[in-house]
């Protein structure tokens, strides 16, 4: 082998380069490969669009805190930062309520919108804190999310059994106390939905991801590529190799092994002791050429059913078209689900972009609306569909767009600066980034069967020995901080076959910054 690497990441989402720039820092020689990977934006005639929406929930977790501090970012992350006032906004038939950091100000917005349940929403943001408090008491300790062998189960089902409701499910205890037709009991959901890649949120999970959404929300500049740059700066910094743009044809091991991985393009074979991957334990067995994986470990892994699509669509609008007060991020709800909501009237996660978009005075609106695996309604109409329920809670903006598109419908985008609608082939994408057909949709799960009182999903440890999985399969309900979590106990595990490297971290937590 002509060349040697100690591990192979495969992806670029936040688990993957999370566990690379721990390991590079950890004296790790690491090599991260795109593996299809797709920059968050791209262009058309100098208009920035994106492929997905970005919020850095994960920023508020202690599981965040550890990596920023090993790395020693913490203050020149918290400089890329700014918090968002109101949090998010949620608009529906109505109502616009705000949900800002201010604790007295959330209080008269409940009075205002929901005098009746007034005491019952203090209760409710009572009790979040203390499950959060918890769950951040929990999620700091150096331990394996999910446990995997005895010894790993023993230590972190220690810390499990001190968190509140994680044996419950949504919608029985934590909102008990609302009256069952209740319209905050959706707005208790809905964020904490677009929040998880599960589509069976047990109760705690509910109680983690609302509890980020309204704990403290910030924006990054720049958004996700920022994060992407941050962290792929880091393993730069430290010795490491990225390129995102190329991707791993195959893994090879031996004798049931990971020991190496065939880059695209490549004919030689680049040496690996281990491999790390966003993908899921299945998609990595795919590339591994000649393996019989072991029938009781691959009946181990359970199987990740789709349960929902997310489509996005960007949106880019005169800023007279767009309400002053609309928050950076919102949740549209056309109709109440309980009143019987249509599949043209999506809940839709409504995000307005601060940076500049490529049209002076105008504004990228990001919308993101969650599909059931066979709806009625086909892809290639959700674009209207998602258009539609904006319309419904933001009047007159329709007489404002300028640019619509999406990469997952395959259609046309449209170009409405001239005043009248030109539909432009997607092969004028191309050279923008864009993508000629249409992009896969990213999933909301079932699990079957559950795993880790409903917060885990694949084990982190696949069949094939030395790989790993970071992605969002491995803590599906706890979406970002899921990841964050995978990717913690990933580097763990590699450090700690090597005894050397494994005791010069430990030597290097006297040194590095403390907070």
């Known amino acids: 082998m002509a060349k040697h690497y100690d591990v192979a990441i495969l992806g670029a989402g936040l688990g993957a380069l999370t566990a690379a720039a721990l390991l590079a820092r950890r004296s790790w020689r690491v090599i ?28 508020s977790s202690p599981a965040w805190t550890r990596v920023l501090v090993e790395l020693a970012q913490s203050q020149t992350f918290r400089r890329r930062v700014v918090a968002l006032d109101p949090m998010f906004q949620v608009l529906a038939p109505k109502l616009r309520l705000e949900v800002p950091p201010d604790v007295q100000l959330f209080a008269r917005e409940i009075d205002r919108a929901f005098p009746e349940v007034r005491r019952v929403v203090d209760e409710l943001y009572a009790e979040l804190a203390r499950t959060n408090a918890a769950a951040d008491a929990a999620f700091e300790r150096d331990v394996v999310w999910p446990p995997g062998t005895f010894w790993e189960r023993r230590e972190t089902q220690r810390l499990a059994s001190s968190l509140p409701r994680l044996d419950g499910f949504a919608g029985t205890a934590l909102l008990a106390e609302f009256p069952t037709d209740h319209d905050y009991r959706t707005i208790v959901d809905v964020p ?17 991801l609302h509890g980020a959404w309204t704990r403290g929300v910030s924006r990054i500049e720049g958004g996700e590529e920022t994060l992407v740059d941050f962290l792929t700066d880091r393993v730069r910094a430290h010795g490491g190799d990225t390129r995102l743009a190329e991707r791993a044809a195959r893994i090879v091991h031996k004798r049931g092994h990971a020991s190496g991985v065939v880059v695209d393009g490549e004919e030689e074979t680049t040496g690996v002791g281990f491999v790390v991957t966003e993908s899921t334990s299945r998609g990595l067995l795919d590339l591994t050429t000649d393996f019989d994986p ?26 007279e078209g767009i309400p002053a007060p609309l928050a950076d991020e919102s949740f549209l709800i056309p109709v109440w689900p309980r009143r019987g909501a249509q599949p043209g009237s999506p809940l839709v996660h409504l995000q307005r972009r601060r940076e500049p978009c490529g049209i002076p005075g105008a504004t990228l609106l990001v919308a993101e609306a969650a599909f059931p695996e066979g709806a009625e309604l086909p892809v290639s109409r959700a674009r209207e569909s998602v258009l539609a329920a904006i319309e419904s809670l933001l009047p007159f903006i329709e007489r404002h767009y300028l640019v619509v598109d999406s990469p997952h419908d395959g259609r046309p985008l449209w170009d409405m600066r001239a005043g009248s609608r030109k539909e432009v082939p997607r092969a004028a994408l191309r050279t923008s980034g864009g993508s000629l057909e249409a992009e896969p949709m990213a999933a909301r799960w079932h699990v079957e069967p559950a795993a880790f009182h409903g ?7 696949t069949p094939l020995a030395g790989a790993f999985v970071v992605g969002p399969s491995a803590l599906p309900a706890l979406g970002q901080e899921g990841e964050l979590l995978a990717a913690w106990s990933a580097a763990r595990m590699i450090t700690r076959t090597d005894k050397r490297k494994e005791r010069m971290r430990r030597e290097m937590w006297s040194k590095v910054e403390l907070g």
């Open 32 to 59: 991260v490969l795109g593996q299809g990977w797709r920059p968050s934006t791209y262009q058309y005639d100098g208009v920035t669009l994106a492929r997905r929406p970005f919020t850095f929930l994960s920023g």
């Open 294 to 319: 072991p029938r009781r470990a691959l009946a181990a892994v359970p199987h990740l059913i789709p349960a929902e699509w997310r489509f996005v669509l960007s949106i880019v609008v005169r800023d």
């Open 455 to 461: 917060l885990g999903g694949e084990p982190i440890r």
């Open 192 to 208: 904490a939905r677009f929040a998880s890649w599960s589509a069976d949120m047990p109760e705690f999970a509910v109680a983690r």
